[in-house]
Structure formats: structure tokens, C-alpha cells
Nanobody, 115 residues
Framework: QVQLVESGGGLVQPGGSLRLSCAAS????????MGWYRQAPGKQRELVARISGRATTIYAASLKGRFTVSRDNAKNTVSLQMNSLKPEDTAVYYCFLSVGISSYWGQGTQVTVSS
């Protein structure tokens, strides 16, 4: 019913930047929030950033100032601009969508920060 398609992951050197995008399609209404989580090997999945239907943003405290989440309501997309990337940012990044009482996840995109 709902599908999330991510793009923008890849390999980048420390200090570099990447922009992730996620497009939602299907039967979508009453959006609670869209955003991003990430999971590094051997670690739990953690919140990166999210933006609510009222445009309220929430960031992981350690990431605020380097990462920026934004959305395009007309296109049902959410993006994550990542600047000043560090090796510890290496993870699989997952797009998510909260609609009504349901949550949906993208397939994940790998971000690797290495010299």
C-alpha cells in the first residue's frame, strides 16, 4: 500500500557531505511524521532526525548543527542534508513514514565515511 524509495547513499571522505532523499508513494493521508533512522554494525537503530506534519523537527542531540531534515509536501519526499561527515556516521540509513497508526520503512541506504 505504501512504498518508500531512498537514494543518495555512498562513500564519502571525512568532512564531506551527502544528501539523502526519500520519496513516498501509495495511499497516504494524515501524515504524523517522516524522517530518518540509522543503524551501524553491532549497534541498535537510532533516530537521526524527523519532521512532523506540523513541521516540527527533532534531531539527535549530537547531530543537530551538522544534519538538516526537510520535506516537500507536494512531492511526498523527505531529505537529509549531511555535512561535516565523520567516520562514526557510517551506517545504514533508513527512511520512515508514520501515517495514522501505521509506520513504514524504506529499504535502507549505506553511508560510508572513510579516507
Amino acid at each position: 500500500q505504501v512504498q518508500l524509495v531512498e537514494s543518495g547513499g555512498g562513500l564519502v571522505q571525512p568532512g564531506g557531505s551527502l544528501r539523502l532523499s526519500c520519496a513516498a508513494s501509495g495511499s497516504i493521508s494524515s501524515i504524523n511524521a517522516m524522517g530518518w533512522y540509522r543503524q551501524a554494525p553491532g549497534k541498535q537503530r537510532e533516530l537521526v532526525a524527523r519532521i512532523s506534519g506540523r513541521a516540527t523537527t527533532i534531531y539527535a542531540a549530537s547531530l543537530k548543527g551538522r544534519f538538516t531534515v526537510s520535506r516537500d509536501n507536494a512531492k511526498n519526499t523527505v531529505s537529509l542534508q549531511m555535512n561535516s561527515l565523520k567516520p562514526e556516521d557510517t551506517a545504514v540509513y533508513y527512511c520512515f513514514l508514520s501515517v495514522g497508526i501505521s509506520s513504514y520503512w524504506g529499504q535502507g541506504t549505506q553511508v560510508t565515511v572513510s579516507s
